[in-house]
T-cell receptor, first 113, second 116 residues
Framework: DQQVKQNSPSLSVQEGRISILNCDYT??????FLWYKKYPAEGPTFLIS?????DKNEDGRFTVFLNKSAKHLSLHIVPSQPGDSAVYFC????????????FGKGTSLLVTP | GAVVSQHPSWVICKSGTSVKIECRSL??????MFWYRQFPKQSLMLMAT?????????EQGVEKDKFLINHASLTLSTLTVTSAHPEDSSFYIC????????????FGSGTRLTVV
């Protein structure tokens, strides 16, 4: 049972434009959300996170928005750069489950020059 | 920053043999380590949570006798795939809490296991 869903397997964006990656979750107990960037045959690299008590967190070109009522979060990358091309995973965690991460299936982002 | 070293990065083994994967936290103590598995174009699925000095907690559907996890020290956890079969071929990744940023999670670089 997939508790974290990324319904877009791929996304293509032109360099300089905004990339918006979406994530939905079903477990209302999740209280921490993270975005990771991953290349094939490598471990995930942490990008940005957000606690359930916030609705927005910004770090440089990356901003994560959380809509708890809709159980939805999104990652905005602006401006997008070719080096951002990778697979992006959304992950969620609940304190009462020992902080283990539940991952979505990922969205493959391609930023074209 | 926090580093988790995972070895080997790739391994090919014959069906029926066992393979050990090591995960070390290099500059911090990891009381809890997590083991994930990823199939192509799929999510990272949590296999088990290991706590230093105690038995690992396995997720539903993961055979504990097949995937042996040992967390003997605060900096080392191992995953042994016993009597490997081709269907065990996958990408295995460990993660440890204790670093900074992202809830303190730091991931290893992963191990590509191919069973022939």
């Amino acid at each position: 049972d997939q508790q974290v869903k990324q319904n877009s397997p791929s996304l293509s964006v032109q360099e300089g434009r905004i990339s918006i990656l979406n994530c939905d979750y079903t477990n209302s107990m999740f209280d921490y959300f993270l975005w990771y960037k991953k290349y094939p045959a490598e471990g995930p690299t942490f990008l940005i996170s957000i606690s359930s008590i916030k609705d927005k967190n910004e770090d440089g070109r990356f901003t994560v928005f959380l809509n708890k009522s809709a159980k939805h979060l999104s990652l905005h990358i602006v401006p997008s750069q070719p080096g951002d091309s990778a697979v992006y995973f959304c992950a969620a965690s609940a304190r009462d489950s020992g902080y283990a991460l539940n991952f979505g299936k990922g969205t493959s982002l391609l930023v074209t020059p | 920053g926090a580093v988790v070293s995972q070895h080997p990065s790739w391994v090919i083994c014959k069906s029926g043999t066992s393979v050990k994967i090591e995960c070390r936290s290099l500059d911090f103590q990891a009381t809890t380590m997590f083991w994930y598995r990823q199939f192509p174009k799929q999510s990272l699925m949590l296999m088990a949570t290991s706590n230093e000095g105690s038995k690992a907690t396995y997720e539903q559907g993961v055979e504990k006798d097949k995937f042996l996890i040992n967390h003997a020290s605060l900096t080392l956890s191992t995953l042994t795939v016993t009597s490997a079969h081709p269907e065990d071929s996958s990408f295995y990744i460990c993660s440890a809490r204790g670093g900074v940023g992202g809830y303190g999670y730091t991931f290893g670089s992963g191990t590509r296991l191919t069973v022939v």
